[in-house]
């Protein structure tokens, strides 16, 4: 439970518009009220140097391994990253710790303070979100940390993205796919935009993106990436070569990420040169973030949570779940929740034939699509679908359905990562 103060923090942030919590065909996007809300707090986005990811699939987990390297060579490194699985702390962190309770309700209080400040001078940060607030925050927290780095994830896009306030030295796009397509545009040209508008004047893109000279113009993300990138005077690395595994693919973008920034003069503490050679195999189990490809069980059984909330991102979890020795070698028996912006006929396409059972269900928070209606699209799609009415029920049918050797996957959500993650045992170990 968080202490009276951040819960009171917290309850007035409540109040605010969340797009997280709702259906964001209908989401206001802009910088203006970021903007205004900097200048009142003091700019303090510019107390740090920064590192900017964004991306379809792995951002959160990309930030977190540069933000863990940076930490361990002794730079005072902040880590912002959304959505939080549990607890809004998860998204604040310094030097790999959560932030305080009571240093992130000072840091909101601020937030809200400015905000009323703005609706009283009738300025744009009147407008101001929850995202926004929060965002603000965890920049107050930063400077107030004395940080010297912040690696920032983006919310949604990147462009218009209310942490596009910070001026990342080194901009990373883990990959883009068709996701928030209301939002950001319905091709992965127009989505690639949005996502390469954190690319600044004189930085370093890091990309996995790499060209595919038979994509259409429609498709041609990295045709895209490329001309910002040249547009921008930012120096363009991608990896020599695509790994078949997602977390070596954002430790491979993370490494480069790391090398660019020790290319540019950055040393630690002690003087060594910042480079991916620090990356090492402490460092990325110390980064790891909660509901991202996460293993632990329940009732002996082995449950793996993952937020992937589009079809190619499940398709991956899926592919590296088939690898994963930790996991018995059998179909497993998914929970979802999917959001009502999703597109579910691709989502169950990529579940069918890789299934052992379905079991829908919804969760309280975020705008999540009916468990009936669900289970009645995967019926149709060929899948044995049965719903529960929330999480902890549904979680108690797939572990039923499983008890014979079989294995869990609570997948579509971070909100059903969310209800779900405190009703399981403690997390294992990777081997």
Same mark, same amino acid.
């Given at each position: 439970?968080?202490?009276?103060?951040?819960?009171?923090?917290?309850?007035?942030?409540?109040?605010?518009?969340?797009?997280?919590?709702?259906?964001?065909?209908?989401?206001?996007?802009?910088?203006?009220?970021?903007?205004?809300?900097?200048?009142?707090?003091?700019?303090?986005?510019?107390?740090?140097?920064?590192?900017?990811?964004?991306?379809?699939?792995?951002?959160?987990?990309? *930030?977190?391994?540069?933000?863990? =390297?940076?930490?361990?060579?002794?730079?005072?490194?902040?880590?912002?990253?959304?959505?939080?699985?549990?607890?809004?702390?998860?998204?604040?962190?310094?030097?790999?710790?959560? =932030?305080?309770?009571?240093?992130?309700?000072?840091?909101?209080?601020?937030?809200?303070?400015?905000?009323?400040?703005?609706?009283? *001078?009738?300025?744009?940060?009147?407008?101001?979100?929850?995202?926004?607030?929060?965002?603000?925050?965890?920049?107050?927290?930063?400077?107030? *940390?004395?940080?010297?780095?912040?690696?920032?994830?983006?919310?949604?896009?990147?462009?218009?993205?209310?942490?596009?306030?910070?001026?990342?030295?080194?901009?990373?796009?883990?990959?883009?796919?068709?996701?928030?397509?209301?939002?950001?545009?319905?091709?992965?040209?127009?989505?690639?935009?949005?996502?390469?508008?954190?690319?600044?004047?004189?930085?370093?893109?890091?990309?996995?993106?790499?060209?595919? $000279?038979?994509?259409?113009?429609?498709?041609?993300?990295?045709?895209?990436?490329?001309?910002?990138?040249?547009?921008?005077?930012?120096?363009?690395?991608?990896?020599?070569?695509?790994?078949?595994?997602?977390? !070596?693919?954002?430790?491979?973008?993370?490494?480069?990420?790391?090398?660019?920034?020790?290319?540019?003069?950055?040393?630690?503490?002690?003087?060594?040169?910042?480079?991916?050679?620090?990356?090492?195999?402490?460092?990325?189990?110390?980064?790891?973030? $909660?509901?991202?490809?996460?293993?632990?069980?329940?009732?002996?059984?082995?449950?793996?949570?993952?937020?992937?909330?589009?079809?190619?991102?499940? !398709?991956?979890?899926?592919?590296?779940?088939?690898?994963?020795?930790?996991?018995?070698?059998?179909?497993?028996?998914?929970?979802?929740?999917?959001?009502?912006?999703?597109?579910?006929?691709?989502?169950?396409?990529?579940?069918?034939?890789?299934?052992?059972?379905?079991?829908?269900?919804? *969760?309280?928070?975020?705008?999540?699509?009916?468990?009936?209606?669900?289970?009645?699209?995967?019926?149709?799609?060929?899948?044995?679908?049965?719903?529960?009415?929330?999480?902890?029920?549904?979680?108690?049918?797939?572990?039923?359905?499983?008890?014979?050797?079989?294995?869990?996957?609570?997948?579509?959500?971070?909100?059903?990562?969310?209800?779900?993650?405190?009703?399981?045992?403690?997390?294992?170990?990777?081997?």
């Amino acid at each position: 439970m968080p202490t009276p103060r951040l819960a009171q923090a917290l309850n007035a942030l409540d109040a605010l518009v969340d797009w997280e919590r709702r259906d964001r065909r209908g989401m206001r996007v802009g910088l203006a009220p970021m903007v205004d809300l900097m200048e009142r707090l003091g700019s303090p986005h510019q107390s740090f140097r920064a590192v900017h990811v964004t991306g379809t699939k792995g951002k959160g987990t990309t *930030a977190a391994l540069v933000s863990e =390297v940076l930490a361990r060579a002794g730079l005072r490194t902040g880590l912002y990253t959304s959505p939080h699985v549990e607890r809004v702390n998860e998204r604040v962190r310094i030097d790999g710790r959560e =932030v305080a309770d009571d240093d992130l309700a000072a840091a909101l209080e601020d937030a809200l303070a400015a905000r009323a400040a703005a609706i009283h *001078a009738g300025t744009a940060a009147d407008e101001a979100t929850w995202f926004d607030l929060v965002t603000a925050a965890a920049f107050l927290v930063f400077q107030r *940390a004395r940080c010297d780095w912040a690696v920032v994830e983006v919310g949604i896009g990147g462009r218009l993205d209310s942490t596009n306030v910070v001026r990342g030295e080194v901009a990373v796009v883990t990959n883009v796919d068709l996701e928030h397509v209301a939002v950001l545009g319905a091709t992965r040209a127009a989505i690639a935009r949005e996502k390469g508008g954190i690319v600044k004047r004189g930085s370093v893109l890091v990309t996995g993106v790499h060209p595919d $000279p038979g994509a259409r113009p429609e498709d041609d993300a990295a045709g895209v990436l490329a001309s910002i990138a040249e547009g921008q005077g930012a120096a363009l690395v991608r990896p020599a070569q695509v790994a078949a595994d997602l977390a !070596e693919r954002n430790a491979d973008l993370a490494r480069l990420a790391l090398d660019a920034l020790g290319q540019r003069g950055l040393r630690g503490a002690r003087g060594e040169t910042i480079s991916g050679a620090l990356l090492d195999a402490a460092a990325v189990d110390a980064a790891r973030l $909660p509901g991202r490809q996460e293993l632990r069980s329940a009732r002996g059984v082995p449950v793996l949570l993952d937020g992937a909330h589009v079809a190619s991102s499940l !398709e991956r979890v899926l592919a590296e779940a088939a690898r994963d020795r930790r996991l018995p070698p059998r179909q497993p028996v998914v929970v979802l929740a999917l959001g009502r912006d999703k597109d579910a006929g691709a989502v169950l396409k990529v579940l069918a034939g890789s299934v052992d059972r379905l079991v829908c269900t919804t *969760a309280a928070s975020g705008p999540l699509r009916a468990a009936e209606t669900m289970a009645e699209e995967a019926t149709r799609a060929g899948i044995g679908a049965e719903t529960a009415p929330d999480p902890a029920a549904a979680l108690a049918q797939a572990l039923q359905l499983a008890a014979d050797g079989g294995w869990v996957l609570v997948t579509g959500s971070f909100h059903l990562a969310g209800a779900t993650r405190p009703l399981l045992d403690a997390p294992r170990k990777a081997p």
